[in-house]
């Protein structure tokens, strides 16, 4: 993990300082009165004068401490700060959404790969195709529309009503669960879609094996041969790919923040980019990267539970 | 492929591909993808830049189709045009990412030790970067445009082709076919593309499939932050871009593009997913 997260560190530090221009370029170019004197100042302030490994050097001998340095924006808060206070929320949308892809995906797949070719298969084929074949944002659009503005049942955008905090406890839950369902909804629609595929595929390729046949034979009910034998060891590809669509959902989270004006980690960073605020751009990427690297290792952690055999390797 | 019942490998799987409705549908849909955008002067009804100032924000009618824009352009038109886009992206994106990924999978798969060790250990890195950070972060290195777009999606997309192919080359590799090959005094660039590579390409021709569906997404989700196509090009994305701002009373400008990129995208996945099938040669 360790070299892992370095190499994460180099790759984002690169792409960002190898881009022409620079954040100090915005800065001046408007502003006649700048003279050339004062923008190598900036640049100085701002070590972008530096070469590029010792500014890398500079750069990670801070973060050996957990300082991400300020942001370039005008308000100079610390990176930290600002992505710690923007993390709950993406982190709450994206465990939701996972929580949503589990418990959906499962009960689809199983139910389509015991009966194939059945109403209900057909129907989860068509929504499994559609799913991962909608543009997320463009169904966004149009479910705002319709809920939001047309029947008016949900808010479209932001995570609290203006009047939250007259709310009762059990109030504000309900004023933030409502602006936070559309977003939630929408960012497990690809996965869930993927996900009730894969379940399909592993249960009707699991189905095939001896030793359902064997449990067959011995006399198990069919109940008992699909969700004792046979789910269990369908699982097993399923944590895995579930791992891996952590950064797809954490990347999603930048359209659906960005539409539904949600202020967490993915519209942060789609402000710092936009501005070229170095510093945030390297926090949220190095955070965000972190954040998957966290998501990977409890699918690992996952998967021993789920498959015995692992830990006695 | 020792089949010799009914001719070649490949015209097994295209008689496959020819029994399995997910391949006719999506075959279908390409095609006809292919058509709209190689004919896009000869169809589309009206030039896509034509500004008809008397027309802003009109519905859906005989004379426009799918309405007009907010400058009056004839929105069916700006969309058939908008396929080229669809097309390119799909296609170069993925050539792009396809190249870049047969190339370090081969290498990687091929020579093992610390060559692999290296190339793996970069895909990890690639592949923890949340995806469409990184597609954010390097298309701001670029100016947004058309070709900057397609590159980017093809350099931050080449990693699961790596994974596909060096999976394939490891396994190949110890075939009998491979030492026959170099007993023979062929240089190993031979042996990796003119030997093992053609092994190795069922896999790869799924995922390129898969892949352009994921571009044409991609392509549309970034014209849609203002950082892919820039107008006046049109492109499905910017349309529906354009288009958000008056979704409350001009519903086509929203609802037609979003169709398209939905349409498109679900033709390549339902082809990907009979290719899939069809060349799945344990079912034999």
């Known amino acids: ?313 | 492929m020792s089949d010799n019942r009914k001719g070649s490998f490949w015209e097994i799987v295209f008689n496959r591909l020819k029994k399995d409705r997910f391949a006719v549908y999506g075959g279908g849909i390409v095609a006809l993808l292919f058509f709209v955008a190689l004919s896009a002067p000869v169809i589309s009804p009206y030039d896509p830049g034509d500004v008809e100032t008397s027309r802003l924000l009109e519905a859906p009618s005989m004379e426009h189709w799918l309405g007009t824009d907010e400058l009056g352009r004839d929105v069916l038109s700006r969309m058939i045009y908008g396929s080229r886009i669809s097309l390119m992206v799909g296609f170069i994106a993925v050539g792009l990412a396809t190249f870049i990924g047969i190339l370090v999978g081969a290498v990687s798969g091929y020579y093992g030790r610390w060559v692999d060790e290296a190339a793996m250990r970069f895909v990890d890195v690639m592949l923890t970067i949340p995806s469409f950070f990184l597609i954010l972060a390097v298309i701001t290195m670029l100016e947004p445009s058309i070709v900057n777009v397609m590159i980017v999606i093809g350099i931050t997309g080449w990693m699961g082709v790596a994974r596909l192919v060096r999976a394939e080359f490891l396994s190949l590799k110890e075939r009998d076919f491979v030492a026959a090959a170099r007993s023979i005094g062929q240089s190993d660039f031979m042996i990796i593309f003119r030997h093992i590579l053609p092994n190795a390409m069922a896999p790869v021709l799924v995922s390129a499939t898969l892949g352009i569906a994921g571009a044409i997404l991609t392509e549309s989700a970034l014209s849609f932050l203002g950082i892919g196509v820039q107008p006046p090009t049109p492109s499905w994305g910017s349309i529906l871009t354009e288009g958000k701002n008056y979704i409350e009373f001009a519903w086509w400008l929203s609802l037609f593009p979003g169709l398209a990129i939905l349409i498109t995208v679900l033709g390549y996945n339902l082809l990907g997913e009979a290719l899939r099938d069809a060349l799945d040669t344990r079912l034999n």
Request: with cysteine.
């Open chain 1, 1 to 313: 993990m360790v070299p892992t997260m370095f190499g994460i560190t180099i790759i984002s530090f690169l792409i960002i300082h190898l881009a022409p221009g620079e954040p100090t370029d915005k800065m001046t170019d408007m502003n006649p009165k700048i003279s050339a004197a004062a923008k190598e100042k900036m640049r100085a302030m701002y070590n972008l004068d530096k070469p590029l490994h010792i500014q890398y050097g500079l750069w990670l001998k801070r973060f050996a401490v957990l300082d991400f340095g300020r942001s370039f924006s005008p308000d100079a808060r610390p990176v930290l700060d600002k992505i710690l206070e923007r993390m709950p929320v993406t982190i709450f949308i994206n465990v939701a959404s996972l929580a949503i892809i589990l418990f959906l995906s499962l009960p689809i797949g199983v139910l389509s790969a015991i009966k194939p070719n059945s109403w209900f298969d057909r129907g989860s084929t068509l929504f499994v195709f559609l799913g991962f074949s909608t543009p997320g944002f463009w169904l966004a659009l149009l479910l705002m529309i319709l809920f939001g503005v047309h029947l008016g049942w949900l808010p479209v955008s932001g995570i609290r009503s203006i009047n939250h905090d007259d709310f009762t406890a059990f109030g504000k839950i309900i004023d933030i669960t409502r602006h936070l369902l559309m977003p939630i909804l929408l960012s497990s629609l690809t996965s869930l879609a993927f996900m009730s595929r894969l379940t399909r595929q592993s249960m009707l390729e699991v189905t095939k094996q001896d030793y359902i046949t064997t449990a067959r034979s011995k006399g198990c009910s069919e109940n008992s041969v699909y969700y004792h034998h046979a789910l269990r060891n369908a699982l097993l590809p399923l944590v895995t790919v579930l791992g891996l669509s952590i950064p797809g959902l954490i990347g999603g989270s930048v359209i659906f923040e960005t539409i539904f004006s949600i202020p967490g980690m993915g519209q942060l960073f789609f402000e710092s980019v936009m501005s070229r605020d170095y510093p945030m751009v390297m926090g949220v990427l190095v955070i965000g990267s972190g954040l998957t690297l966290i998501g990977n290792l409890t699918a690992d952690v996952c998967y021993g539970l789920v498959d015995p055999r692992i830990r006695y390797e």
